[in-house]
Every structure is written in structure tokens, then in C-alpha cells.
């Protein structure tokens, strides 16, 4: 059951990051062939780090046809529906969001699974995570969303904690659901209000 | 004899791609010092990904003074020659595809030597035939050549697929050389005719 | 002895990289969350990337409360005096410096450790050195410091070979501290003095 349901939260999440780096590519004006390879890169970054970071060799991305259908297919549809979606910010924010809590959660279980402790295997979700999205965002020449001021590696990082607890203490699969959840609530409700966390006194306003 | 067209098409490869990073950095006006670290880090980016992708340790580049040494007569020589080369961006972008259709083959044929399968080494192929070029362009702060609108990782991929068919059917290895020249010759037609495919509908027009 | 040397030049390293991040984060005007994020990534990201080429897994910083602690602490020492130290650029370079001298160090000793020999332990330690300023750099997209026209790759090249000859032969670990002033004071030197190289003939000039 927890392979099988880790399996699928992995393959919801390539897709919906793979959806993101797709729909940054659209607003770039990028055709469709770098569409696809922009989604490729934020849909499965995050998972090689991983399993660069596990030693892994080579990392599962490379030899699952799954992961790479699911990427594309994920590219194919916003490349022919971006007319709808258009070149607005929120829906990547939120697709984006929606991303970091699944990996989050199958970031952290890998680690727990090739035998680390709680710390590490936090700090891999929370890799795993922001890895993709980081990736997009350099590639793309945009802030990195981990910088931009709502709070985005806390939520995650709180996520993997949770994550790595449940299944190093065993407990039943499906609360790794909640961990997610914890994961996406604080993330949306940071997006939907606004919420941010004071700058450095002194500092420079953002932009500036 | 294929470990030697391999060990020779691997410090083209570096030697080309160690040009191109020179190139770039005396069009941003750097120092000696600063081309040849960019030079170092394009030439044998794509090989360090893609040992560490292998679990090779340490990756090639950094126990072999032939590559280092690749790397650096690429960035003295175009040092010194750079006033004839000017400031052209098409030099950069033609050698940039004679190190993508060698470096496509020779990360397909590592993958197969590793024991790995067509598909996972077909896609680090990929991997190393693009990671040094994006890491200039990350670094240097260009748009990465893969976005550039033009065809580029298809034609690394083919020949990276075509490298790893050839060797794992045990095909002559001078096929290769008809692997790389497949690539480089789709890549060449695609820069000089300006080639390009087309961008999601609804999407901003490059450079918007 | 040499173990509690390194162990203490390796935290030392940490919290000095870590402050350079932070205060290029309050520069941008980051929250405390982001400017968290950058401390870590660049106090810990040198490290993690020598230990992914030496094949450790999990790198060091994902098992060691004391790494996570160093690079905290420099964070949350730097948000709450950033008011002080203000928006200059010169301090960020100095530590930038210290940090530079004590990873060139740590990361040849930890090649040597490995079993590599003397050629690939200094590249690991120039890779070690330069890795984490330079992700830095990349992410809030400023121009990576090993471009900057003074010279910074060499110095830490030259304190790497030093400690990787130092250990490999054998020689007193107090040496180390002398191969470590060598790179410091030679940076600090092209800092202070603006001492440059020439550039390519015919380059554009910098920010041209």
C-alpha cells in the first residue's frame, strides 16, 4: 500500500511541477520544443537531486518511462491549452504549491527508506521539494520562489518533518496524506493572504 | 579501437565546448583568469554531470590532466585569437553544435558501458551533451541555448539515441561517427535556416 | 589533531559563507526566511556538492546539527545586525575571502582522505571553495565572484595544492593554517590593490 501510494504522489507530482515549468515557458514565449524540455527539468530536478544525493545510480527519472510520460504529457496539455490559461502568474504559484507538498512527502520517505534518520531525511524532502521549482526559475531567469518573500521552504520543510516522523515511527501510510496537506494549507494560505515575514533591518525593499 | 574514437571524441568535445565558454567570456569582457574558469566549467560540465549521474568518483575531468589540459589550450587559443573572432555570437553557436553531436555520442556509449539501458542512456547522452553549454548560459547569464528557439535538444537526443542503439546491438563503432554527423548536420540546418517550431498559443512573443 | 583542525576550520568555513549569503540576501531585501535560505545554501552548498563527487551519502551537512546550527547562527547573527553592516558590498567580499581560504583547505584534505591523489583532491578543493559563493551568486543573479576581474580562482587553487601536497606527504597539520594564509592573503591583496589580468584583445569591456 505505502509503495503504491507513494508511486502515484510521485507521479502527481512530476506532472503538476512538469505543468509549471511548461507554463513559465509559455509567458517566455519559448517554443514548444523548450516548453517540453522546461517542464522535463522542473518536473523531474528535484527527484534526480534526490537520488543523486541517495546515490542512486542512475536516478530513477532516467529509467522510468512513467516519469517521462507523465512530464510530457503534462507540457502536451498546457502547450494547447495555454490559451486559456494565458500568461498569468497565480496558477503557477498555486500548481507550484501543490507540487512542493507532494514532494515534500515522497522526498522525505526515500530517505527514510535507504535507511537515514529524521534529520536527514527532512532536509531531503525539503531538497526534493524545492529543487525542481529552483531549477525552473534559474533556468528561466526569474526570482527563485524560494526568495519570494511568502513563506515557501518552511511549509515544505514542516512537511518533510512530519513526513519522516510517520515513517520512521511506523505509523499508517495514509497520515502522510496530512503531512502534505499541513504542507499545501500553509503554503496557499501564504499565497492567499499576503503572508510574509519581516526583511532585515536596513535592508533594501525587494526590487530595489 | 572504439575506446580510442571514444577517448578521442570525448577531448574534441571538451576542446570544442572549452572554446565556446572562452568565446562567451571575452564577449563579456573578462579576464584571463574568469575565460578560463568558464572555459574549464563548459568543457567539462557535461562530463562531470554526467560521471556523477554513473556514480563515478571522482568524475574523469578531475583525475586526467589530458582534459584539463583540453580545456585550457581551448581557452589560451582563443585568447589570443579573439580579436580576429570579435564579438560574433555565430562562431559561439556553431561550435556549440560540433560539441553537442560529439559529447551526445560518448554519454550514450558511457551509459551503455555502465550497463545501463538504451533509454537511460540515451537521455544522459542528453544530459552531457547539454549540461556544460547550460551552465555557461546559467553562469554567464544568457538565456540557455536549450530555450533558444531553435532546434537543439532534439537533435541530441536522436543522436544520443542512435550511440546507444549502435553500441548496445554491437554495430561497428564507426557508425558512430554517422550518430554524431546526424545530429550536428539537423542542428547546423536548423541555425542556418532558422528553423524553429512553433510557440503555445496565447503565449508572450520571445523577449516580451 | 588534524581531525579537530578540520572539523574547526570546516564550521568556521560554514559560518563565514553563510554570512556572505545573508548579507546579499538583506542587500536584496529579502524576508528572514529567504535570507535563511541563502545562508544555507551558501555555507553548506560547497560542501554538499564535494561530497556528492566523493560519492558520500548523504553529504555531511544533512546529518550534522552542528553544520545546520553554523550556518543558522550566521544568518540570524547577520538579520538582526544588518542595520549596521548596511548594503555594502566590501564586507561580503572580505568574508567571501576567509570562506574561500578555509574550503580550499577542507576540500583538498577531504580528497586526500578519500584516497585521491594530488591533482584531483586540489580541484575538489577548488570546487569546494568556489561551489557555494558561485550557487550565491547564480540565484540572486548577480555576477558570479570567480568572473569578477580580480583575481579568486587561483588563490584558492594554490591554497588547495598546498594542503593536498601538505597532506599527501605527510607533513605537520599546523601546515594547513600556512597553505590557508597563502590563499587569504593573496585574495585579500587583489581585492585591496584591484589588482586585475587582462582581458581578451578585441573583448567588449566589462559591463558593455
Given amino acids: 500500500?505505502?509503495?503504491?501510494?507513494?508511486?502515484?504522489?510521485?507521479h502527481a507530482g512530476i506532472f503538476i511541477f512538469a505543468m509549471t515549468g511548461a507554463l513559465v515557458a509559455a509567458r517566455l514565449g519559448l517554443d514548444i520544443f523548450g516548453l517540453v524540455v522546461l517542464a522535463l527539468i522542473t518536473g523531474l530536478g528535484g527527484g534526480v537531486t534526490r537520488d543523486i544525493i541517495l546515490g542512486i545510480h542512475p536516478p530513477a527519472a532516467f529509467d522510468n518511462w512513467g516519469y517521462l510520460l507523465a512530464a510530457t504529457a503534462a507540457a502536451v496539455l498546457v502547450f494547447f491549452q495555454s490559451g486559456r490559461v494565458g500568461r498569468r502568474e497565480r496558477p503557477i504559484l498555486l500548481l507550484d504549491a501543490v507540487g512542493l507538498s507532494l514532494f515534500c512527502v515522497t522526498g522525505a520517505i526515500a530517505g527514510v527508506d535507504a535507511g537515514l534518520g529524521v534529520l536527514p531525511s527532512s532536509l531531503l524532502g525539503l531538497v526534493t521539494a524545492v529543487g525542481g521549482g529552483t531549477m525552473r526559475d534559474v533556468l528561466s531567469n526569474r526570482v527563485p520562489v524560494i526568495f519570494q518573500g511568502d513563506l515557501y521552504a518552511l511549509p515544505?520543510?514542516?512537511?518533510?518533518i512530519l513526513a519522516a516522523v510517520i515513517a520512521t515511527q511506523g505509523w499508517p501510510p495514509v497520515l502522510l496524506c496530512g503531512a502534505s496537506a499541513t504542507c499545501l494549507v500553509w503554503r496557499l494560505a501564504a499565497i492567499h493572504r499576503g503572508w510574509s515575514a519581516p526583511s532585515a533591518p536596513g535592508a533594501a525593499a525587494p526590487g530595489d
Fill in 1 to 10: 500500500v505505502t509503495h503504491a501510494l507513494l508511486v502515484t504522489l510521485e
Fill in 156 to 160: 515544505a520543510l514542516l512537511g518533510a
